[in-house]
């Protein structure tokens, strides 16, 4: 449905004869003429038309802009030196509530960046009102940091001469949409030196193109902010956040919580347990902002923490946090962040280990295979007692491909851990890798009997017997996980995806906005639906949703991969360059590599093949990551058939086909892609062969059915009569098409996560 | 404007031809005399009414964007076409300049549009106000006028002859026996709260200074930091010498 939402009026109107105004905590309003709408909304200047595909999701975006337009206008009453003292303490505890949604933190810095505050604040008394609120003083605090740079930034805009435009006007609506698009706020980070403003200005020059006169008013205004184009590095090594302000203040936080316990010779009454809750809510909102991408908010609130845990704590207990808030970082993708959380436990000289399989981990996550072996091994030297370090040792085994000995390694910590419930789903995921279908069902209901409240082991047998294509057992399966395990969510989408398979997709569209609306945090569920809707051909929707999905989690890597890939699919090769071009520059996590193959497929697609072919062999030479090597591998002799060198590409296929361990499905693919390149270097007989052989099966098989049937009618392979020359012109590009689509790396796993949090 | 005013005579002439017919000419004269008292209401959100009121603030003027925005963004307006179309009908070349009110005899105006009922000084918006016979959508629907012709003359009225239109539109509604109060509910219908409920449209040429706040009444706001917004509004309204009430 479409509707029209506004932060400002607090309300959305559903269009369409059965629409409604739906207002934040009120009741519905009924429908409402669509020429009255206008004066309903009278007056709102953040007036958005959007396609939902709910009323949950309707009612939390209208919330999440109301609560940014109200956070706005509490700082601004707060930060008003007329406002009277009775007033303002209200305005600070209003505002740290409305905080509580990342999103209106987002928007406040958005707008409050726009320009230096007038000297008339009084930040003193400002500073005192927000003191015992956490996010509100990290907020106020970074914004009295920043004037310096805010005001560099705002000069240089004002500096743009208006008379380089058409209109009087062209300049203030740069301005406005500037603002509104974050890029006072992304231009300051740059000079903070946390973000290449090259890209800033890239990103915004797509982001107004849309605006008269943007491009002439970005490039004057950050000309002297850009520097000479560079090369992207390529696999750079660990390094830590450049902000060397943030990173003293930190270590000073450290020390002065150090020398504060120092002093005091036991734990103060006021480091009782009592504290613990208020610390796991801090965080879980220090989490909340990394997985929003806030990088400084968090700081701020984890300064905070540290120094009140500083004064009523333990050493230990600072680990602790420094731990799960690495830990929290990691997932969310900011490995640098990480390692800082990890260098500043080091710094405090007790890195325990659960800090060190953090650390290993992180390795791990960044492809650093060996250096992830050695961490692992030497926390289980160090603490043998530990039980994450061998499962994880093993996990990372797995991942390189080394099945056996994660098989052993497995069985090792069984025997030795019988308690671990890890390591036996993690063995049987291993089997499955492996193809031993049986053995692993049996292994997860043995596990099951074992550890009734184990909930992964009943969710990848599931997920097992979809794999095996047994659909309906896999669906009454997942119904059963998800009735035993509310909190579930892997299951849901499993399940989802399950009726997607089976080409249900208004079941599945329902399935995955009902864990939406359960679990609003989660990233796999709004990215499963706009692929659903792209199966559907409701394109408009998808890339909708998958814009949604990108400003909600600013680091999930999937969602622009999805959108990249579409857009790639119709040959919109620019602003497929524009999305990945971050993801491409850096070239660290798993996700990078697989936007990095997006890009090479897409420009393929475009006809650029020797571009092409460069980037897919960048992945093949520095890609650590196995399943991604792996396509790279498989896109090469796609490229290479493009260059008209098909015997090479078979011969490159061949050898792809014959790698033992290759999923099922991929395998099928391989083979079709072999039959291609022999048909075209007319070795007609072992093209035929191939694709009578090829098994056709799982998720992908209607695709792979299309691709044998548009091989087989284009070289004549059963016939013995090729296609005409323009049915052949055309099979080829369906041809080309269904290459595209079927050599597209994974981009999320439903698998149920054997990996246990540090 | 001649051929308007003696549109509405020859209406107004009608009206009064019908009452008398009817008997009830005394309370028609009653009615046009209460009519010459009578307010604009402007009913306003409640982000609306601040931003209003803070339009000479600095903070609000360089940070927010309700405030701030001179230049609108390029946005999809498709779905408000219908409205602007008939209004530029009615109002053609300047309905883009205008602000609306409801004609109103008590201080309720139409809730629909916003729970915040705005009434204005009458001597801060006589010079540049005049009246129209209702939601230029519905007159259009009514009289069957098109995109592009001209509507016809007779329905609206400047601000001091507001009680010439009020009668010449309302006068078969005015019934024997009426008094004075009951004539808010002839003026405005009684269902505010209804899209569709039938009042007279106050145009004002130019932007609204707050100074022109008499009085503002409206709801508690339940969600917590509109209840601050509201205090707020309330210490701005008394700092202008304007009224409010709550409820």
């Known amino acids: ?758 | 404007m001649p051929d308007e005013a003696a549109a509405l005579e020859v209406r107004l002439a009608v009206a009064h031809a019908s009452a008398r017919a009817r008997g009830v000419e005394a309370e028609l004269k009653s009615f046009s005399s209460s009519v010459n008292s009578s307010k604009a209401i402007m009913n306003r959100r409640l982000d609306i009414l601040q931003s209003w009121l803070n339009s000479n603030n600095p903070l609000f003027i360089t940070f927010h964007q309700q405030v701030r925005s001179g230049a609108r963004l390029p946005e999809d307006t498709r779905w408000d076409q219908q409205r602007t179309s008939a209004e530029n009908t009615i109002s053609p070349n300047f309905y883009s300049q205008l602000s609306l009110a409801a004609l109103s005899l008590d201080s309720l105006g139409m809730s629909y549009y916003g729970p915040y009922c705005v009434v204005l000084k009458n001597d801060l918006i006589a010079h540049r106000a005049s009246v129209f016979e209702e939601n230029p959508f519905e007159f259009n629907r009514k009289h069957a006028i098109i995109s592009g012709q001209m509507p016809p003359a007779g329905y609206r009225a400047p601000w001091i002859h507001r009680d010439k239109l009020a009668v010449s539109k309302l006068a078969a509604k005015v019934s024997s026996g009426m008094s004075d109060s009951d004539f808010p509910n002839v003026l405005i219908e009684p269902r505010r709260d209804q899209w569709d409920c039938d009042f007279i449209e106050v145009h004002m040429y130019g932007p609204i200074h707050h100074a022109a706040i008499e009085h503002v009444s409206g709801p508690i706001p339940r969600a917590r930091a509109d209840r601050a917004i509201w205090n707020q509004v309330k210490r701005k309204l008394k700092d202008i010498d304007a009224n409010w009430d709550e409820y």
């Open chain 1, 1 to 758: 449905m479409d509707a029209l939402i506004s932060g400002q009026a607090g309300a959305a109107a559903i269009l369409g004869r059965d629409g409604q105004i739906r207002r934040v905590g009120e009741a519905p309003l009924p429908h409402l003429p669509q020429h009255l709408l206008g004066r309903f909304f009278a007056g709102s200047t953040d007036i958005q038309r959007r396609a939902v595909a709910s009323i949950y999701e309707l009612d939390a975006i209208t919330q999440r802009a109301w609560s940014s337009d109200r956070a706005l206008r509490m700082f601004l009453m707060l930060i008003d030196p007329s406002e009277p003292e009775d007033a303002v303490d209200e305005y600070a505890a209003c505002l740290e509530e409305l905080l509580a949604e990342p999103e209106a933190e987002v928007f406040v810095r958005k707008n409050m960046y726009s320009k230096p505050l007038p000297a008339s604040v009084d930040t003193v008394r400002t500073a005192a009102i927000v003191k015992g609120h956490a996010k509100s003083s990290g907020l106020f605090e970074r914004l009295i940091r920043d004037q310096s740079r805010i005001a560099q930034v705002r000069n240089s805009f004002d500096a743009v001469s208006p008379e380089l435009l058409d209109e009087p006007k062209s300049k203030s609506m740069v301005l406005e949409a500037a603002i509104m698009n974050g890029a006072f706020v992304d231009l300051v980070d740059a000079l903070r030196g946390n973000a290449d403003v090259n890209l800033i200005v890239l990103k915004l020059l797509a982001q107004l193109r849309h605006v008269r006169g943007s491009r002439e008013v970005v490039e004057r205004w950050t000309s002297e902010m850009r520097k000479p184009a560079s090369t992207p590095t390529l696999v750079p090594e660990l390094a830590e956040e450049s902000d060397p302000l943030d990173e003293s203040r930190f270590v000073a936080v450290l020390d002065q919580a150090l020398a504060n316990i120092q002093q005091r010779k036991r734990r103060s009454k006021g480091g009782s347990s009592a504290d613990l809750a208020g610390i796991k809510r801090e965080i879980s909102w220090i989490g909340a902002r990394l997985k929003s991408g806030d990088t400084v908010g968090a700081e701020q609130a984890l300064g905070t923490l540290i120094e009140r845990q500083g004064r009523r704590s333990r050493m230990e207990d600072i680990v602790k946090t420094l731990t799960a808030v690495a830990d929290l970082a990691r997932d969310a993708k900011l490995f640098d962040f990480t390692l800082r959380m990890i260098a500043g436990i080091e710094r405090i000289g007790s890195l325990d280990s659960a800090a060190a399989n953090v650390r290993a981990e992180t390795l791990r996550d960044l492809g650093r295979y060996e250096e992830a072996l050695a961490a692992f091994e030497d926390t289980m030297r160090r603490y043998p007692s530990d039980e994450v370090a061998p499962t994880a040792r093993a996990e990372t085994l797995r991942e390189l491909g080394r099945y056996e000995e994660a098989l052993a390694a497995f069985e090792d910590t069984m025997r030795r851990f019988p308690q671990d419930e890890v390591a036996p789903n993690a063995s049987a995921e291993t089997l499955r890798d492996l193809g031993r279908y049986q053995e692993a069902l049996a292994a997860f209901e043995d596990t099951m009997r074992r550890f009734p409240q184990n909930e992964v082991a009943p969710t990848a047998r599931a997920e097992t017997l979809r794999e095996l294509g047994r659909y309906e057992g896999a669906l009454a399966a997942f119904e059963d996980t998800m009735r035993r395990f509310p909190q579930n969510e892997v299951a849901r989408n499993a399940r989802a995806e399950t009726l997607r398979d089976l080409g249900r997709y208004e079941e599945a569209l329902a399935a995955f906005e009902d864990t939406m609306r359960r679990f609003p945090q989660n990233e796999v569920a709004p990215n499963a639906r706009a692929e659903t809707l792209l199966d559907l051909g409701r394109y408009e929707e998808a890339l909708a949703a998958l814009e949604d999905t990108m400003r909600r989690f600013p680091y999930d890597e999937v969602a622009p991969n999805v959108y990249a890939h579409f857009l790639g699919s119709r040959g919109t090769i620019a602003k497929v360059e524009e999305l990945l071009a971050p993801a491409v520059a850096r070239l660290r996590t798993k996700g990078d590599w697989v936007a990095a193959h997006i890009l090479a497929m897409a420009r393929l697609r475009a006809g650029r093949v020797d571009e092409a072919l460069a980037d897919i062999e960048r992945g093949v030479k520095y890609c650590t990551y196995r399943e991604q090597h792996r396509y790279f591998e498989t896109a090469r002799p796609l490229a290479l058939l493009a260059k008209r060198q098909a015997a090479e590409a078979a011969r490159q296929l061949e050898n792809l086909a014959a790698i033992s361990s290759l999923p099922r499905e991929e395998k099928t693919n391989i083979v079709l892609f072999q039959a291609h390149a022999l048909a075209e270097a007319g070795e007609f007989h072992r093209a035929r062969n191939i694709v009578e052989s090829a098994q056709i099966v799982d998720f992908a098989a209607a695709r792979q059915r299309k691709l044998a049937e548009a091989i087989t009618e284009r070289y004549g392979l059963v016939s013995g009569v090729p296609a005409s020359a323009g049915r052949a012109e055309e099979l080829s590009g369906t041809i080309s098409m269904l290459e595209f689509d079927l050599v597209r790396p994974k981009l999320w796993t439903f698998r149920a996560s054997a990996v246990r949090a540090a």
